[in-house]
């Protein structure tokens, strides 16, 4: 009997252990192994996407709000927070430019939920 490994899985056996990755530390992983894998784990990656807006520093959102992104289309749930900064001068418009970018980049039609939390 032959030895199976991963490769020779089926794709909907891979994806079925893909989707049991929870950390998308790991998930982002496994994208950067092959396109095979990219395209599995890609969809769970996304799914549930949470952002701090209104910091300076948020560089995670300009790459997040790339044209070439191809996970924005499986975001099922997005939630949009306001970033904790030690001055707030004008945090609350730029989050609200960067939120309008964000839902404005989303294809129409995919997201469940959207929650967007400006508690301070």
Sequence with gaps: MAKLTFDNLSEDV?????????????????????????ALAIKP??????????SAKDTRLSAFL?????GLKHIRQLR????????????????????RLVLDFLPGDVLEEFRWDTSE
């Design 66 to 70: 790339s044209p070439h992104n191809a």
């Design 45 to 54: 990656l996304y799914r549930h996407v949470a952002l701090d807006l209104g």
């Design 14 to 38: 891979k994806a079925l252990i893909v989707d049991r990755i929870l950390r998308p530390t790991d998930l982002k992983n496994v994208c950067l192994v092959n396109k095979q894998l990219h």
């Design 80 to 99: 949009l927070h306001l970033a904790k900064v030690r001055d707030s001068c004008n945090q609350k418009q730029h989050a609200g430019f960067a939120t």
